[in-house]
Nanobody, 124 residues
Framework: QVQLVESGGGLVQAGGSLRLSCAASGRPFSTYAMGWFRQAPGKERAFVAAITGIGGRTDYADSAKGRFTISRDSAKNTVYLQMSSLNSEDTAVYYC?????????????????WGQGTQVTVSS
């Protein structure tokens, strides 16, 4: 079993930056692919970014490319999402997810473990 705890959300002005963290505990973390998803009010949970368990290959949603960076620190069992140039469309609850395989996917159904989420609100 893997437990995931997100932190770092909050209120930020448009154009600002935030860094989200996801601390993992339980099973070996380094071999798991990790992802970030977000869910805005009235919308489905959507893929934001992912990183492989080995090698650090990354993938991003089109909306995140050039603005967001996913990274991981296996020594700290933590994955990060650095977000910049935020706008009101980025307002959502952000969820961290872990996959028992090392390869990444944008499909939320392929992830086995989820955190409780952290709210990000961007004011215009």
């Amino acid at each position: 079993q893997v437990q995931l705890v997100e932190s770092g959300g909050g209120l930020v002005q448009a154009g600002g930056s935030l860094r989200l963290s996801c601390a993992a505990s339980g099973r070996p973390f380094s071999t798991y692919a990790m992802g970030w998803f977000r869910q805005a009010p009235g919308k489905e949970r959507a893929f934001v970014a992912a990183i492989t368990g080995i090698g650090g290959r990354t993938d991003y949603a089109d909306s995140a490319k050039g603005r967001f960076t996913i990274s991981r620190d296996s020594a700290k069992n933590t994955v990060y999402l650095q977000m910049s140039s935020l706008n009101s469309e980025d307002t959502a609850v952000y969820y961290c997810a872990a996959r028992r395989l090392s390869t990444i996917t944008s499909s939320r159904d392929e992830y086995n473990y989820w955190g409780q989420g952290t709210q990000v609100t961007v004011s215009s």
